[in-house]
């Protein structure tokens, strides 16, 4: 098992529609972060999270520590919102961050 | 721009051959990562370093190596390349020294676009 999935592996939706990705993590992680991939391959780090929620913009990143779980959602979905999403976890004293498999989202006009 | 600026943005060269990739951190980031994403591996964690010293290792080969100088900037070495090295491979910085929540912020290169022919 990894230590950390995601669900699910890919996503299309309309625009304007509310979205919602999951990951879920071993125990032992302590910190997760969101980023996004563009197409062209880049990489943008969305939100780090330890405890609760944040938000940016349309977009808002809840974990639960106890049930070892996080959610990135995405309001009112655009079509340059397309792009994989990955979720990744850094180990309590460890530096090696441990990588989900990403969503692959496409919002559609 | 995340401030991390990496080079070469594509390289493509034969197999048995040896490359170098250079990573910038952002201003003020003492920690450099390297991570490769491969097509049937995703991405993975290589190897970070904090302020000069090696911090923490992954799945790094034999055949790869890295250094992080006194001006910060890392570079990535890989030597008899095989076709399997074919991959992206992203450097990223923050400020902390890793370990979770003291991480902070990561920022993302463009990523180093490596072909093995």
């Known amino acids: 098992k990894n230590e950390v999935e995601q669900s699910p592996q890919n996503l299309t939706a309309q625009e304007g529609e509310f979205i919602t990705i999951n990951c879920s993590y071993s125990v032992g992680i302590s910190a997760l972060h969101w980023l996004q991939q563009h197409p062209g391959g880049g990489i943008v780090s969305l939100f780090m999270l330890s405890s609760g929620k944040k938000k940016h913009g349309r977009l808002i990143a809840t974990i639960n520590i106890q049930e070892k779980h996080s959610s990135l959602h995405i309001t009112a979905s655009h079509p340059r919102d397309s792009a994989v999403y990955i979720c990744a976890g850094f180990r309590l004293g460890n530096e090696k961050l441990t990588f989900g498999t990403g969503t692959r989202l496409t919002i559609i006009p | 721009d995340s401030g991390v600026t990496q080079t070469p943005k594509h390289l493509i060269t034969a197999t048995g051959q040896r490359v170098t990739l250079r990573c910038s951190p952002r201003?003020?980031?003492?920690?450099v990562y390297w991570y490769q994403q491969s097509l049937d591996q995703g991405l993975q964690f290589l190897i970070q370093?904090?302020?000069?010293?090696?911090?923490a290792k992954g799945n790094i080969l034999e055949r790869f190596s890295a250094q992080q100088f006194p001006d910060l900037h890392s570079e990535l070495n890989l030597s008899s390349l095989e076709l399997g090295d074919s991959a992206l491979y992203f450097c990223?910085?923050?400020?902390?020294?890793?370990?979770?929540?003291?991480?902070?912020?990561?920022?993302f290169g463009e990523g180093s676009r490596l072909t093995v022919l």
């Open positions: 990223a910085s923050s400020v902390g020294r890793g370990g979770g929540r003291n991480t902070g912020e990561l920022f």
């Open positions: 370093y904090y302020n000069g010293e090696e911090r």
């Open positions: 201003s003020g980031d003492l920690s």
